[in-house]
Nanobody, 122 residues
């Protein structure tokens, strides 16, 4: 069964840090383009960061310089290190996988995790 499971979310004060993980199973992880998205209730799912099979990285302007995406293909795990968090980063964060090269296009991702809540207090 193909599955992505996020973890590492929680409540943090503004200026703090969190590290999200996304454990993949049932797929050849190293062959997939991976991404992080976030969603606030009532809004669309927004692109956060993505990483290619060769570990080229891509970021939304709002997180550039604060967030770092990485992957460990030996452990089938995707990471998102989030530093200097702001209240506007509060959202449910989702990891996603694609056999294509969709970067920030959510419709290009075919496998999604269940999400993990990140709440940043001011």
């Amino acid at each position: 069964q193909v599955q992505l499971v996020e973890s590492g979310g929680g409540l943090v004060q503004a200026g703090g840090s969190l590290r999200l993980s996304c454990a993949a199973s049932g797929l050849s992880f190293g062959s997939y383009f991976m991404g992080w998205f976030r969603q606030v209730p009532g809004n669309e799912r927004d692109f956060v960061a993505a990483i290619s099979r060769s570990s080229s990285t891509f970021y939304a302007d709002s997180v550039k310089g604060r967030f770092t995406i990485s992957r460990d293909n030996d452990k089938d795990t995707l990471f998102l290190q989030m530093n200097n968090l702001k209240p506007e980063d509060t959202a449910v964060y989702y990891c996603a996988a694609s056999p294509q090269y969709p970067i920030g296009r959510s419709s290009g991702y075919s496998i999604w995790g269940q999400g993990t809540q990140v709440t940043v207090s001011s």
